[in-house]
């Protein structure tokens, strides 16, 4: 299975122009490439200007999605509206939405409408704090129980579970998670799909780790936490730093 980096740009760059540098800066780092899927997750607006300026290694996707199909829904963008412009992957439960107001309900609505158009959700999921007592990891549990609800077998392979501990984003990130962190979340992970579906499937789906992923802390996550792949913010707008952890992961 192919290795994925997500760059998730957030409420970044400010002009189409910036969005276009970004992705020509990328194009040296993405030429040879045939064993990792690079998905780029630019702001609604410039998904379309993105989709046109990608190469063909570039896979679009997007940050968030409503999951109704159409109609009175001021300020919203339909799965289909995305599709329709190339979209094949979407972030769903970032934190930053979850503090906006997504519910572990709405997370599932999304994944289920998203699943149906047969785009890949890429489901966020992690705590905020890591306590003695291991609360934390029935928080966890309870975000993918919800967040499945109704999602059949044959659906899951197609998630991509992104393990995102809150307090490791960003730049007021209290410290980076390590590999081993990744690794006992990943193992929990499978052990609920299992419990959830069975063990075949718990197999196969793809846990990536993302968290103030940069070039030296990337390889790591990979070699020694054992991830599928990785969710990039801040270093995924400069297309260097963004480059360099293409490199790695290859
Ligand atoms: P960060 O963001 O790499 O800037 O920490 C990651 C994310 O929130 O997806």
New binding site residues.
């Given amino acids: 299975m192919n290795k994925i980096i997500v760059a998730?740009w957030k409420m970044n760059p400010q002009s189409k122009f910036e969005v276009e540098n970004i992705l020509k800066g990328l194009s040296i780092f993405t030429k040879n490439l045939n064993n990792i899927d690079i998905i780029v997750c630019p702001p609604s607006p410039f998904v379309f200007i993105a989709g046109k300026v990608k190469n063909k290694k570039i896979v679009l996707g997007s940050q968030n999605v409503f999951y109704e199909k159409e109609g009175s829904f001021t300020g919203e963008v339909s799965v289909s509206m995305l599709k329709n412009l190339g979209v094949e992957y979407i972030i769903i439960g970032?934190?930053?939405r979850r503090i906006l107001g997504d519910t572990n309900d709405i997370v599932n609505k999304k994944i289920l409408a998203v699943l149906k158009s047969k785009i890949n959700p890429i489901f966020c999921i992690g705590e905020s704090m890591r306590d003695m007592n291991g609360f934390y990891l029935s928080f966890i549990k309870e975000q993918i129980i919800e967040g499945l609800k109704g999602i059949l077998k044959s659906q899951v392979k197609n998630i991509i579970f992104a393990y995102?501990p809150i307090w490791?984003?960003?730049?007021n990130?209290e410290r980076g998670a390590v590999p081993q962190e990744f690794t006992e979340i990943r193992i929990y992970i499978k052990k609920i799909i299992s419990d959830l579906y069975d063990i075949k499937t718990a197999n196969i789906v793809r846990i990536i780790y993302?968290?103030?992923?940069n070039p030296l802390n990337a390889e790591s996550f990979i070699k020694e936490g054992g991830a599928d792949g990785l969710?990039?913010?801040?270093?995924s707008l400069n297309p260097k730093k963004f480059g360099a952890i293409i490199n790695l992961v290859k």
């Fill in positions: 998730n970032h934190s930053e995102e490791a984003i960003g730049s990130a993302g968290g103030s992923v969710l990039v913010g801040r270093d």
